[in-house]
């Protein structure tokens, strides 16, 4: 759906060359909802940005269903850019326009008539669960409400594609839940294309289906969450699910990441059971991460020489559970 | 034998008319210019949709030329252009030329720092939606700055009316001259108070209906 391919964008500055986005490849698949984490100046602003060439990557091509954006002509763009919604942290309503008028400003710009986008601002200002509000200014909205419309908005002409520039991170963490929960509901029933970025785990690990971390304007890990959860060593697996676990000084420890349904049966019991171990558990998590329920444990096995590390690892691989030692 | 100002009433609604009119006019087309000049100008700054160093360069330089020099130096150098517009460079119709010329690039700057106002996510916004620079300035600059806009179109009718004052010296006439002549050159104070009286009340108006506009359009935004 989306394909980034060895962009990168940098910035002159008096004294020096920024990169903000370097050689980073990605691929969003068709229908997911995709995820870049990352702390502010990380760059992934401004690799969002050139999804919808509100930026130009200085090398590198992105297309987007087929089209590469950069080969567009100034109009062609216009028109493409209306197949790809963008919703903001901010927002960015207009404030001399009503709620509705709001929603009808991507319509009146591609020119669709008065009656066909009356139609269509009801339809989408009942999908967001602001019909009573069709009449109010944004400023009488509550930052829930606002981003509301901001959706609505950018669903107004049909998009394939949703770009969420930080949007929930204007929001108490109530709000953030509904409007997450409302992005997904949008993407299951639309079947539409979601990338978002932020620097909260937590909306990641609530909605995404892939994500990548990005760091210093490189992608340093990449891949579906549920799979990233289950790689040892993976760094998104320790930032969407922590394990708080105090250091210990006796004992071998083990890391041990499980999904499915595993993570419903008594793994570690057998485990002590059958081979003879004996466990401390140091700390562990267990969370619905991409739809799934997901664990990451720590323990230390007491007395080392009373078991075969390679033992253990193969009995816990044959129950579908991941580990790596420490 | 000193006019009392009661005699000197039908000349006062003479010269109010003459205002009116110089003024009226050169308002019109000051906020028509005016706002072309000041989207021009906000369009092409450095940080505008459609940056333009050139242009921006020399057409503030222009602007600000205009901007420095006094009322009625503008006036009297714009003479052979208003006999050129308007047929004669002499009466309230003269004026409204030297009048418009001199409030363009005031207003101009007021609708570059109005438009200004407008937060660049809100013009993002409206360029990933797939509108054109036009489009852009017709439903998201314009509206989005009105009050702004408004309250300098205010703030430019006022100083409209000051610069009237001068047009006397071309002939103009109007509330300014009348209390000149009245007053200043007849020593005929009650007629000059009542002048003053005139002009105050009138910018009085006219600052409340503008503020009352602000007020109503900020009120439901």
Redesign the interface.
């Known amino acids: 759906m989306i394909v980034v391919d060895h962009v990168t964008k940098t910035y002159a500055t008096k004294t020096a060359e920024v990169r903000a986005v370097d050689d980073v490849s990605l691929t969003v698949e068709a229908g997911e909802i995709f995820g870049i984490l990352g702390r502010s100046g990380a760059g992934k602003t401004t690799l969002l940005r050139c999804l919808n060439l509100l930026e130009r990557p200085t090398s590198g091509t992105i297309t987007i269903a087929g089209t590469d954006f950069a080969a567009l002509s100034a109009s062609e763009l216009r028109r493409a850019r209306q197949k790809i919604g963008m919703i903001f942290q901010h927002f960015n309503l207009l404030n001399a326009r009503t709620v509705a008028d709001n929603v009808a400003f991507p319509l009146e710009v591609a020119g669709v008539p008065k009656a066909e986008r009356s139609t269509r601002v009801a339809e989408l200002l009942e999908l967001v669960g602001l019909t009573d509000r069709a009449g109010s200014y944004p400023s009488q909205l509550s930052g829930g409400q606002k981003q509301r419309v901001g959706i609505a908005r950018a669903l107004a002409s049909h998009p394939t594609v949703l770009l969420c520039d930080e949007a929930t991170s204007a929001l108490d963490p109530a709000t953030t839940e509904q409007i997450l929960d409302l992005i997904k509901d949008i993407n299951l029933k639309m079947g539409l294309t979601v990338v978002l970025i932020t620097h909260e785990s937590e909306v990641v690990r609530r909605i995404c289906d892939s994500a990548v971390l990005m760091e210093d304007g490189r992608v340093v890990e990449q891949g579906h969450l549920i799979d990233l959860m289950r790689t040892p060593g993976s760094r998104l697996a320790e930032l969407l699910l922590p394990i708080n676990a105090a250091p210990t000084e006796t004992g071998r420890v083990l890391t041990l990441s499980f999904a499915h349904d595993d993570a419903d049966a008594p793994v570690l019991s057998h485990l002590v059971r059958d081979l003879g171990i004996d466990l401390n558990i140091l700390g562990g998590s267990v969370e619905i991460v991409a739809g799934h329920k997901v664990g990451r444990l720590k323990v230390a096995l007491t007395h080392p020489d009373s078991f075969e590390e390679h033992e253990v690892e193969r009995y816990l691989a044959e129950r579908g559970v991941a580990v790596s030692w420490a | 034998m000193k006019t009392t100002w009661i005699e000197a009433l039908p000349d006062l609604g003479l010269a109010f008319g003459e205002t009116a009119w110089m003024v009226g006019w050169s308002f019109v087309l000051t906020v028509l210019l005016g706002t072309l000049a000041g989207v021009a100008l906000r369009l092409t700054a450095p940080d505008g949709l459609t940056p333009n160093r050139w242009f921006y360069g020399i057409f503030g330089a222009v602007v600000n030329l205009a901007r420095s020099l006094p009322f009625l130096i503008l006036m009297i150098a714009l003479l052979s252009f208003t006999r050129f517009v308007v047929g004669t460079a002499y009466g309230p119709t003269a004026a409204i030329v030297p009048l418009t010329v001199g409030a363009i690039p005031f207003f101009a700057r007021v609708v570059e720092a109005a438009l200004r106002e407008v937060?660049p996510?809100?013009l993002?916004?409206?360029?990933?939606?797939?509108?054109?620079t036009r489009?852009i300035v017709t439903?998201?600059l314009l509206?989005?700055s009105?009050p702004g806009l408004i309250a300098g179109a205010t703030l430019t009718l006022v100083t409209l009316i000051g610069y009237s004052t001068m047009a006397g010296a071309i002939g103009g006439g109007g509330v300014g001259d009348f209390a000149i002549r009245y007053g200043y050159q007849r020593f005929n104070t009650p007629v000059l108070l009542m002048a003053v009286v005139v002009l105050i009340v009138l910018v009085q108006v006219i600052q409340s209906l503008g503020d009352a506009v602000v007020r109503s359009l900020n009120h439901?935004?």
Do not use: W
Request: glycine share 10%; aromatic share 0%.
């Open positions: 937060a996510g809100k993002e916004a409206a360029q990933v939606m797939g509108a054109s489009q439903k998201v509206p989005e009105l439901r935004r």
